[in-house]
């Protein structure tokens, strides 16, 4: 049973250029959360999203950044005209059921250098 | 605003020794919190959890104590091991939407 799975691991863009990770949660996970974490800081929320649903992206930047997890394939986040604060780890993590347990099982992490 | 804070940013301690790691919340209505161990490199893994019907839970070697009339908890780790150098976070996962990360404490464990 493979856990979540995020790529790219590591991604380098140019300032302007547009950054898309992916990620595909646990089998039978139907809930998606992405955090973003800055080198000797914690994981900052961005988006919570069920399937073909966005449930709360209050932590998401309102331009440049969006989010989707569609019916088929994996959640997407996607940054758009990145700039150099861009750099940081995004973290993907998936829920099997938000009424039961909330332990939240997390990728390995796309690193997103932005030069 | 809500927020879940470490006390100390690093803490080292001696293989063999037992650790704490300490956590204050904001919130008095948070009643399910979760620690994650992240080891470099990686993305966090769950180790514990408490709901705030309870003062304590214990795992393998891990302990952790919730107080909530000062609204701290903290995680003990016995016999510390070199395998247990990490950082750890203390998350507040109250109303199931978006998890709360505290900053982190990096574990340092002296062989």
């Known amino acids: 049973n493979a856990g979540v799975m995020q790529n790219p691991r590591h991604l380098v863009r140019r300032r302007g250029q547009e950054a898309r990770l992916r990620c595909s949660p646990m089998k039978g996970h139907s809930h998606v959360y992405w955090y973003r974490q800055l080198p000797e800081e914690g994981l900052k929320f961005m988006v919570y999203l069920q399937k073909e649903n966005i449930i709360d992206e209050s932590g998401m930047p309102k331009e440049r950044f969006s989010a989707e997890f569609p019916k088929e394939g994996p959640s997407i986040l996607r940054i758009q005209q990145v700039v150099r604060g861009d750099s940081a780890a995004y973290f993907c993590?998936?829920?099997?059921?938000?009424?039961?347990?909330?332990?939240?099982?997390f990728g390995e992490g796309s690193r997103l250098t932005v030069l | 605003g809500e927020s879940v804070g470490l006390h100390l940013p690093t803490l080292s301690v001696q293989e063999g020794d037992n650790s704490i790691i300490n956590c204050a919340y904001s919130?008095?209505?948070?009643?399910?919190f979760i620690w994650y161990k992240q080891e470099s490199g990686k993305g966090p893994q769950f180790i514990i959890d408490i709901r705030s019907n309870m003062d304590k839970r214990q795992g393998q070697r891990v302990t952790v104590l919730l107080n909530k009339t000062v609204k701290h908890l903290s995680l003990q780790i016995a016999a510390t091991q070199p395998g247990d150098s990490a950082v750890y976070f203390c998350?507040?996962?109250?109303?199931?939407?978006?998890?709360?990360f505290g900053a982190g404490t990096r574990l340092f464990v002296k062989a």
């Open positions: 993590a998936s829920l099997l059921n938000r009424e039961d347990t909330g332990e939240l099982f």
């Open positions: 919130n008095s209505a948070s009643d399910y």
């Open positions: 998350a507040d996962h109250t109303g199931g939407f978006k998890t709360i």
